[in-house]
């Protein structure tokens, strides 16, 4: 009975902190994924570095590789994409799920799309698919320190 008492003391704990959440977060995260998404399509390397931790080694991994460190990000993934791309574009399917752990962490769920020209011939082409983003408070302000695409 202690077992059963303590869970669902525990479920009332999370269920309460889930509801508090404070929304100048969910808004500051809402911020955080849309300037990511802008900066995936401007290709801008200061706007698309402000946005992930300066303490932690980031992370991102996509349909075919796992790439580490914020350079790797945007070096290797970031403009290495754009190569085959006169422009891309990436698009939030449906509002955020955003899961916050505790007051320092969350994790960030959505649906997208991207929107992309074909530099060899013109023509358009898209994926869509699941982004999970980890953020983490850093100074106050939401960083990225994970991406995951599938």
């Not at 399509?41 to 402000?50: R, V």
Request: charged content about 25%.
């Amino acid at each position: 009975m202690k077992m059963v008492s303590f869970f669902m003391l525990m479920t009332l704990l999370y269920i309460n902190y889930v509801e508090s959440a404070n929304g100048s977060d969910i808004l500051a995260i809402n911020k955080v994924v849309d300037s990511y998404c802008a900066a995936i399509h401007s290709q801008n390397e200061t706007d698309f570095k402000s946005i992930f931790s300066k303490t932690k080694k980031c992370t991102l991994i996509s349909v075919a590789r796992i790439f580490e460190g914020i350079d790797s990000i945007y070096g290797d993934f970031v403009y290495g994409l754009s190569k085959p791309y006169e422009t891309i574009t990436l698009i939030k399917d449906e509002d955020l799920q955003i899961n916050f752990v505790d007051d320092e962490h969350a994790i960030v769920i959505f649906k997208y799309h991207t929107e992309c020209i074909l530099r060899k011939n013109g023509e358009p082409f898209g994926i869509k698919g699941v982004e999970t983003q980890i953020m983490e408070k850093e100074d106050g302000n939401w960083k990225i320190v994970h991406i995951h695409y599938s």
